[in-house]
């Protein structure tokens, strides 16, 4: 009984270990996906597209392209602010709402809007998987 039990936890505590080595969150240089999005954001404020691009999944790449063709010059990003995040599939998948004003030439009049991105982590690194952008 007393093999089995130290067994049992010996297992356990391997599991546990191994687990940990594997969860992402827990290695160094990981960035929380809140950290990417202002970063994303921040990008976009400043009207940095290639910057802003490199946070995009290479899948989203060309939809990205055309958003900026789209809103290059024209889309001043006033202000944002990340309202929630939800995490899913076990940490890989972060679903970020976002709250952001911004208005676009011509027109003077600052707009809001309440966006909800979708962001995956890949290799280590947070990437936003496809518009909204």
């Known amino acids: 009984m007393r093999h089995t039990l130290t ?3 010996t297992l356990g505590v391997l599991a546990l270990v191994q687990s940990c080595v594997n969860a992402p969150h827990l290695k160094p240089g990981y960035v929380p ?3 990417a999005v202002n970063a ?3 990008s976009l404020r400043w009207q940095e597209y290639d910057e802003a691009k490199a946070s ?3 899948s989203a ?5 055309n958003f900026r063709r789209e809103n290059e010059g024209r889309l001043n990003l006033v202000d944002y ?3 929630d995040v939800e995490m899913r599939d076990n940490t890989y998948t972060a679903v970020v709402k976002i709250r952001r004003s911004y208005f676009k030439v011509p027109s003077v009049s600052k707009q809001t ?3 909800t991105q979708t962001w995956k982590l890949i290799d280590g ?3 936003l998987s496809g518009p909204p952008f």
């Not at 790449?61 to 392209?65: E, K, M, R």
């Open 7 to 9: 067994l049992t936890i």
């Open 33 to 35: 996906p809140e950290e």
């Open 40 to 42: 994303y954001l921040d």
């Open 56 to 58: 995009v999944a290479p």
């Open 61 to 65: 790449q060309p939809a990205f392209d």
């Open 81 to 83: 602010k990340i309202r």
């Open 113 to 115: 809007q309440e966006i």
């Open 125 to 127: 690194k947070w990437y």
